[in-house]
C-alpha cells in the first residue's frame, strides 16, 4: 500500500498539472461526482448509511475487511487525490486502511464497495428498493471506470 501510494503521488507529480487542464478529464470527472452524488443522495435516503454505521459500531463491526485497500493500485489512488481526498491511510488497523472515524474517506471507489449489500441490508430494504440502488449504483461505477480509465492514458 504504501508502495502505491508513493508511486501514485510521483504519477501526480509528473502528470498532474496537465490532467488537471485536460478538458476530457474535467467533463468525466464532473459526470463522476454527479453520479457519485446521486448515489450517495439515494443510499441515504434509503436509510443504507445509518444502518452500515450502527452495524459498524457493534460486535460485527462492519464489512469494511483490511484486504479491500489492495483493490486500489496506482491509477485509483492517484484518482482519488485528484478528485481531492487527502490520503491518510490507517494501515495498522484491522479494518481497511481507507475507513475513517466518518466511513469511507475515498470518492473513487472499488464497485464492490459502492454495491454491496449484505443479507441484513437485504431484508430491511426489501428486493425492489436493492434494485433501484443498485441501478444508481451502477451509472456512478460506469462513470468511474470511463474516468480511471481516461487516467490511464496519462501514463504510470
Ligand atoms: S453492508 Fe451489511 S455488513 Fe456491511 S456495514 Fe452495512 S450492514 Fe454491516
Ligand atoms: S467502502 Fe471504503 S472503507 Fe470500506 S472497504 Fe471500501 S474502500 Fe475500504
Redo the contacts with the bound molecule.
Keep these: 500500500m504504501s508502495q502505491r501510494l508513493s508511486r501514485a503521488e510521483a504519477f501526480l507529480a509528473k502528470r498532474g498539472e496537465s490532467i488537471l487542464k485536460d478538458k476530457i478529464f474535467l467533463a468525466l470527472a464532473e459526470e463522476f461526482i454527479s453520479s457519485h452524488k446521486r448515489t450517495l443522495a439515494s443510499f441515504e435516503t434509503s436509510g443504507?448509511f445509518e444502518?452500515?454505521k450502527s452495524?459498524?459500531n457493534g460486535p460485527?463491526g462492519?464489512?469494511?475487511l483490511y484486504e479491500a485497500g489492495d483493490w486500489y493500485e496506482v491509477h485509483g489512488l492517484a484518482l482519488n487525490m485528484l478528485l481531492g481526498v487527502k490520503m491518510r491511510p490507517n494501515l495498522g488497523g484491522e479494518y481497511c486502511p481507507f475507513l475513517g472515524e466518518g466511513g469511507c474517506i475515498l470518492i473513487y471507489r472499488d464497485q464492490f464497495c459502492i454495491n454491496?449489500?449484505?443479507?441484513?441490508?437485504f431484508s430491511l430494504l426489501g428486493k425492489r428498493e436493492i434494485q433501484r440502488l443498485r441501478a444508481v449504483a451502477g451509472k456512478e461505477i460506469l462513470a468511474g471506470i470511463r474516468l480511471e480509465s481516461y487516467l490511464k492514458r496519462f501514463g504510470d
Design positions: 443504507v444502518f452500515c452495524c459498524g460485527k462492519g464489512c469494511c454491496f449489500f449484505c443479507e441484513e441490508l
